[in-house]
T-cell receptor
Framework: DAKTTQPPSMDCAEGRAANLPCNHSTISGNEYVYWYRQIHSQGPQYIIHGLKNNETNEMASLIITEDRKSSTLILPHATLRDTAVYYCIVRPATSGTYKYIFGTGTRLKVLA | EADIYQTPRYLVIGTGKKITLECSQTMGHDKMYWYQQDPGMELHLIHYSYGVNSTEKGDLSSESTVSRIRTEHFPLTLESARPSHTSQYLC?????????FGQGTRLTVV
């Protein structure tokens, strides 16, 4: 399974866009990019996933580079409630044996 | 809304006691997972299951054991709790893509 690299922490002003990068240079053709977040000590929450096209849902947008070696999660108008640890995971979409390994993630702090 | 439940939410127990942390999901997911997480630290996978009667050790060694006799139930047991077991334990399930997490059990062994 491809590994990911994320910055350990970021700050963002409330109301501004938060752009969280993720490097996954060893990603293979059948692997998707997933994003989860963990608010305080709650269980992680799914945000979005994508293969190669950009994706958008009610929570965020996901921009994947053309070579698929990196991606950016965008929270368009960050609020204080978006303060959390954000995890980028690479995995096959329907693998029967994937174990969901979480790395250290990016600790995003939204500032008032 | 995910239907995965963990009980108890909080547990304080004495050293040497046997404990079982419960995890149940009503989504019919085959895959289930247990993670251990200390405050402010990484999530570590300690056990996983791909279906009934299937259990595997995760990437972090743990003295706990698990069982999967029914699809919806994936309990974790510590035969003899120690202070080093103090942590948060998170259970999750998945079908294809998305994983759903419970609220966690915060265990304190005194």
């Amino acid at each position: 399974d491809a590994k990911t690299t994320q910055p350990p922490s970021m700050d963002c002003a409330e109301g501004r866009a938060a752009n969280l990068p993720c490097n996954h240079s060893t990603i293979s053709g059948n692997e998707y990019v997933y994003w989860y977040r963990q608010i305080h000590s709650q269980g992680p929450q799914y945000i979005i996933h994508g293969l190669k096209n950009n994706e958008t849902n009610e929570m965020a947008s996901l921009i994947i580079t053309e070579d698929r070696k990196s991606s950016t999660l965008i929270l368009p108008h960050a609020t204080l409630r978006d303060t959390a640890v954000y995890y980028c995971i690479v995995r096959p979409a329907t693998s029967g044996t994937y174990k969901y390994i979480f790395g250290t993630g990016t600790r995003l702090k939204v500032l008032a | 809304e995910a239907d995965i439940y963990q009980t108890p939410r909080y547990l304080v127990i004495g050293t040497g006691k046997k404990i079982t942390l419960e995890c149940s999901q009503t989504m019919g997911h085959d895959k289930m997972y247990w993670y251990q997480q200390d405050p402010g630290m990484e999530l570590h996978l300690i056990h996983y299951s791909y279906g009934v009667n299937s259990t595997e050790k995760g990437d972090l060694s743990s003295e706990s054991t698990v069982s999967r006799i029914r699809t919806e139930h994936f309990p974790l047991t510590l035969e003899s709790a120690r202070p080093s077991h103090t942590s948060q334990y998170l259970c999750a399930s998945s079908f294809r893509a998305e994983a759903f997490f419970g609220q966690g059990t915060r265990l304190t062994v005194v």
